[in-house]
């Protein structure tokens, strides 16, 4: 666990000049639902709080479209899924203003749901006193189970209004300073016959005296660990069963009722465009199937490879393509959706550095910014009595968060991606419809229900887990005038730019009319007059 919070999720550059403004400007969750109301009173737009958190916060949904918008594809934008991750929150509110206000003519065929923030919560510690990067919710959890709650949390130890880290010299410690910067310390390689010389902790002391540090959190439920996919028993801010949280219940029992989404975008460190993900045979024939299927993994490759054209950063080795109980793999392997996940945001390759923090570090000192880091401070700490501690390291939201100013592009190339997406949706068509007169009273109408589309209108994992509704034809037709055919008809699936062919034989005269589609894909209306 230590390894992977060193190692934190990864920054990005859009060729940013020397000047660098702080990021005090990221709006308050006050600030956010105005924004949010403003929206909401929009008449293309229907804002409705889900339910309350534990501290009292709202969960949004922004439904934004026209017309019956249940009935029309729909893709739905998450943000807020961690709450140190900031800039999604900013990601999926400025992608639903620029919906609103600048790309009207889009809800007329997609219905979006946009989910701003799932862990507001958390969220408020980016403009707290004390600033740390929190993922819990405000509920009371006994993280430790040692019988109380939150007993054993973060401490400023150097005051300085942040929590960072705590380097303890210790002979059987398991780091030491990286060799590619001396304020970034790494994992001692045993295998290499690495020799360790410290022992690293978060910014805290053992007030539990357990001889542990931190591992009881002021802090609940994390929305990205609570999901049921994978779900990681037993381990701290998943909670005891999942979906245990009236915010995570709330959405999903929302989204059951939201037959008509056909993908997700989620604002998460989870990452699927920059770099898709790949079938696993082994895992993908599992009973519990972990692996993205085949024709699923075809359509990822497609999709990011639209999103690499739309976005001109370029991920540094971004290799966090999902974890135990999060939403992006849910919205997939649950949920049979397609699902796409991004950070929106990295560090650049910056001269070959190979650890992410070192590689940030040098990046942040190319331009100037001399507000990133914490200088390693000797200090005095009552559990290590005899020994060098010193706090230091990264400030809290900086690897993962740009600062406030470059939000704006940001958000102008995620929603112009989230567009591109739209347009792909599946379409279904009516192509080489005939009605011929067969003698006897007798008309034969033959047709090709076609999708033109480069998605088919079903992943395979929602195929498979027969969770998407199949597409359904119905010919409003007299029991007595069928002579062939079905009145109703299921297709499981239509492949991309694919057909099925359906013929009906009918009695009589007079006007028959069509219907054929599923609310993921929309429905198409016909009449014949015989």
């Known amino acids: 666990m230590k390894k992977i919070v060193l190692s934190c999720l990864l920054a990005g550059s859009l060729g940013w000049s020397q000047s660098v403004q702080a990021q ?59 709450g140190f991750h900031v800039l999604s929150v900013e990601l999926a509110t400025q992608f639903a203003e620029k919906l609103v206000n600048e790309h009207a003519e889009k809800l007329e065929s997609t219905t979006f749901y946009i989910f701003p923030n799932m862990s507001p ?25 040692d019988g109380s709650p939150g007993d054993n949390g973060y401490t400023d130890l150097n005051g300085d209004g942040m929590i960072t880290w705590m380097r303890v010299e210790d002979p059987m410690g398991d780091y030491k300073v990286s060799e590619e910067d001396e304020r970034v310390l790494v994992k001692a390689d045993r295998s290499k016959g690495e020799a360790g010389n410290y022992l690293v902790f978060k910014e805290s002391k053992d007030d539990d005296l357990d001889g542990k540090f931190a591992e009881d959190l002021e802090e609940g439920i994390a929305f990205n660990k609570s999901m049921t996919f994978k779900f990681p028993v037993f381990e701290p801010l998943a909670g005891d069963i999942p979906v245990s949280q009236v915010e995570s219940r709330a959405m999903l029992d929302y989204l059951f009722e939201q037959w008509n989404i056909f993908a997700f975008v ?26 993205i299927l085949e024709k699923d993994e075809a359509i990822n490759a497609m999709v990011s490879g639209i999103y690499n054209e739309t976005i001109s950063q370029k991920a ?30 990295w560090t650049p390759d910056f001269k070959g550095k190979d650890n992410p923090e070192a590689n940030y570090l040098a990046w942040a000192d190319s331009l100037g910014w001399n507000e990133v880091f914490v200088p390693w401070t000797e200090i005095t700490h009552p559990d290590f009595p005899g020994k060098k501690v010193e706090v230091g390291g990264i400030k809290p939201f900086v690897m993962v968060n740009p600062p406030f100013e470059k939000v704006g592009e940001i958000a102008e190339e995620h929603t112009e991606f989230i567009l591109k997406l739209a347009e792909m949706q599946p379409k279904l068509e009516i192509q080489n419809l005939k009605v011929e007169s067969i003698g006897n009273g007798l008309t034969r109408i033959s047709l090709d229900l076609f999708n033109n589309s480069p998605l088919p209108t079903h992943s395979e994992m929602g195929e498979r887990s027969r969770w998407l509704r199949k597409i359904r034809i119905d010919l409003n037709a007299p029991d007595d005038r069928l002579i062939s055919g079905e009145k109703i008809q299921l297709v499981d699936s239509i492949d991309a730019f694919g057909k099925t062919s359906l013929s009906w034989i009918i009695r009589g005269k007079g006007d028959i009319s069509l ?14 007059n015989l």
């Open 266 to 291: 989620t604002f998460s460190p989870a990452n699927n465009l920059s770099s898709p993900l790949k079938y696993n045979a082994q895992n993908a024939r599992k009973r519990v199937v972990t692996s």
């Open 515 to 528: 219907k054929a589609g599923a609310s993921h894909v929309g429905f198409i209306n016909k009449t014949f």
């Open 121 to 145: 919560d958390a969220y408020k510690q980016y403009h707290a006193t004390l600033k740390y990067e929190r993922r819990g919710n405000a509920a009371s959890v006994d993280h430790d189970r």
């Open 24 to 82: 005090g400007d990221y709006p308050t969750l006050s600030q956010l639902n105005q924004r949010l109301q403003t929206l909401g009173n929009q008449a293309s737009a229907e804002l409705k709080s889900l339910t309350k958190t534990a501290g009292g916060e709202d969960i949004w949904v922004l439904k934004v479209g026209t017309g019956d918008l249940d009935q029309k594809p729909a893709i739905a934008v998450v943000g807020g899924v961690e």
């Open 316 to 345: 540094y080795q971004q290799t966090n393509q999902g974890t135990d109980g999060d939403f992006f793999q849910w919205a997939y392997f649950h949920f049979g959706r397609l699902s796409f996940g991004t950070p929106g945001y």
